[in-house]
């Protein structure tokens, strides 16, 4: 087990806390614990780690697939979750502030995953409950269009074991697909990246969704080497890794990604001739036709694994922020 | 303990996967079961039995009932149950497949448990994931008009140990009365009843609701005895079981139920007198007016225990599935 | 521990069922209970009081609050919730009765925790439920305006708690302020009070919110000395303990709560300075305005303690209702 060198979280609120020594920390301990996932006593072990904690699942944005993957989570780690999902039943209809609601959430468990809308609100009620005398710590599980740092920190650990036989994810070149404006993922994950030297990124999009220009002086600060491109091909051919998305047209104004034509930066079957053998397909998931399901098969599709991973990532997350990581001990192989 | 003389089934997708020798293991295993329910310890030790997995609850079809009663085993048997119940807060709002979704929830999970409006669903998930590297064993919690396997299942149990004290099922005259044309229950209860040498089987409805031609050929076929009646009380009278239906509205295109006269196959306390005096009475729940709550008292009363039975049956099914029936092994009395 | 001098109750189903011997006894369970909140071996210990039993939540009225707070209490005995929150979505579609359905509830679980806006309905189901052979206990969690007992014992034990080191609650001055008419938290602690010599109640109110004439006379009864006032500066000056309440217009008939001037019945920062200093602020919560959230960090405002302990008032109440609460032993300081 690596020494950390690096200040513990006491909240997990935007992919921006995390640097090299967590990152490396962070893929040591997801290993071990899915060694653990290997027996019943393992299973049973993990279980025991956390079993007298409760935590609250917010869940005011709809999202199954990381509601489902956090109260696993939670279940891996014996922690018995709560859940709203809806606010319209809550005391908010009966004028209840949302720090009032929050603050009743955190008097009754040991730990606040949620997700919301609003900008900024995880951060807001982790400094409120941090000034009260029963804090407990927040992770963001993705707010509006703004932060999803769990989402960022699963998929450096999925290139990170992608490239595990090639020597780590530095000098790599990975290429992201698709609505690169309005994806979250993406400007997390590419922040995330600039720690691995030698990374080369690749943006394939159509002109509509290029990146930002926060992301693109970001990365010219860092001297992150970088390309924007139309090319689809010539960018899916060159990649170590390519990493799809979809658009993200729940944040149209006016149906305005109606209007874009996006129908070159779909992966497809007929593709998978043209990349590179060890090349790792990523995607967030779920995915519409930008990514055939004919590929699933094959052994470089890498996106329901990458789910999985989310999984683990999130049981080794919680980990760390109530404590007992340092009760992950089996020998690392 | 029988020793099996059955294929183990990898998924529950329909009553007629199941003969004889299974329907005989699956009462004993049952009956063990129920010894555990005893004490505290035999509790207990069913929670460590899978106290390490995890099931998806996936109920996109409303059913209350049906959803505690595996809810309820599963938490007997110290599964962790996460649950999906409307559709419509889910991925599938982002435009993902209805597979897709599927195998994201078995990605998280050990065990789908699935109730759907779609008939075949189960099936064709069932074949999906058993192609993917990580296959879960699904179980049909009800598909539409069309199998709803573990009803049928808990109706043959509730069946066999209504009559323990006189020489097991053969031979028995079951009448089922109501809405026999849609009632998915009584489709699959006769087809698991052909098991039982010497059954006999009576159908009393008004003209509107005779059994579909199917199950009448299904009949002829196997040479069970059966009869189609519009006397309800002659029929009751020669029963050894009663097993009422509601009318099943909800399949109901144009309001046709209405036009149906059904008054004549209600049973009312006044009927009681002219039963045979251990006739076992059946429903499967939730029942109207066609049951009178004032029966309820009477000692042949047994659908409340069926709907108990209900969950004991899939506590037993669970454990065959995931592979730990053969530590039930309290000794059977 | 107190030898008990009261009736164990079977059911929880109105604050009037409650002396004072259950209280005292209640007192020091709560606290004895808490002390194993101190340690995972402690909440370990309790969690394995109730692991096997499974609990039922039928909340058909909507409260977040209450509901969590109870499904917290579950979670640290290990009790396994199950939950109705929508009806609309059960069995009651297809026509099932009211008693059919929570009487198929209490066959799959060992105890049901009911809110519903219907007044009375607790009574009738545990009376139905008392007939059949597999009766469960019912804990009222809150009947439209009628009874809420829970809420008044999390109350009395709060006071309790306020006034350990001041000679317990005897001839204490407990102010109300707001909504007394129609708060039935009012009504119920009131009464409560009664068993406490000495009491004196203050109801500061708008005119249109007195109290209502059965719980004067039932006060004029009991020969509990107490007062009326318009005048909320001098009640709360003089008042051991505050008991804030919201204006619960979710009982409007037609918006008249819009009509009354509720201004002057407000609990603002700049009051703080008028109250003594070891005067007990409490809500029940949720609140709007008229509570002022400056005064949240001040040591006499309990209402955040009041919560917490309406979740630890639960756990005791359950393994009394359950039986365990002879487990409970650790020694008391």
New interface residues.
């Given amino acids: 087990m690596i020494r950390e060198q690096f200040e513990r979280p006491q909240h997990i609120l935007s992919a921006s806390q995390f640097g090299r020594p967590f990152l490396d920390y962070m893929y040591e301990l997801i290993n071990t614990i899915r060694k653990y996932d290997k027996s019943?006593d393992g299973?049973?072990y993990l279980?025991n780690l956390l079993?007298?904690r409760?935590a609250?699942l917010y869940f005011t944005q709809?999202?199954?697939?990381t509601f489902?993957?956090f109260?696993?989570a939670c279940?891996?780690l014996g922690i018995?979750a709560?859940e709203?999902?809806d606010p319209s039943?809550?005391?908010e209809?009966?004028?209840?502030?949302v720090?009032?609601?929050l603050?009743?959430?955190a008097?009754?468990?040991d730990l606040i995953i949620m997700r919301s809308p609003v900008a900024g609100l995880c951060d807001r009620i982790a400094r409120l409950l941090d000034?009260?005398p029963?804090p407990v710590p927040i992770i963001n599980a993705g707010s509006g269009p703004d932060e999803h740092p769990t989402q960022a920190l699963l998929d450096i650990y999925t290139l990170q074991r992608s490239f595990k036989a090639a020597d780590g994810v530095e000098g790599k070149t990975i290429c992201m697909v698709g609505d690169l404006k309005r994806g979250r993922t993406v400007r997390s994950l590419s922040r995330l990246l600039t720690n691995y030297p030698g990374v080369r990124l690749l943006f394939a999009s159509p002109p509509e969704y290029r990146i930002e220009n926060d992301l693109r002086s970001f990365l010219l600060d860092q001297g992150v080497p970088f390309e924007e491109t139309t090319n689809f091909r010539d960018a899916i051919a060159a990649a170590d890794a390519i990493y799809m998305t979809?658009v993200q047209d729940?944040y149209d104004v006016a149906a305005e990604s109606k209007k874009v034509d996006s129908s070159a930066f779909k992966l497809k079957f007929e593709h998978l001739a043209s990349l590179k053998k060890d090349c790792s397909i990523m995607h967030p998931?779920?995915?519409?036709d930008e990514l055939d399901?004919a590929i699933d098969?094959d052994p470089r599709a890498n996106y329901?694994r990458q789910?999985?991973n989310g999984?683990w990532t999130r049981v080794a997350l919680i980990t760390i922020l109530l404590g007992v990581d340092h009760n992950i001990v089996l020998p690392t192989l």
């Fill in positions: 019943k299973l049973v279980q079993g007298h409760r609250m709809p999202s199954t697939r489902l993957s109260q696993s279940g891996i018995k709560a709203i999902r039943t809550s005391s209809r009966k004028g209840e502030s720090e009032d609601s603050r009743t959430f008097s009754y468990v000034e009260t029963r979809r729940e998931l779920p995915r519409r399901p098969k329901w789910e999985r999984m």
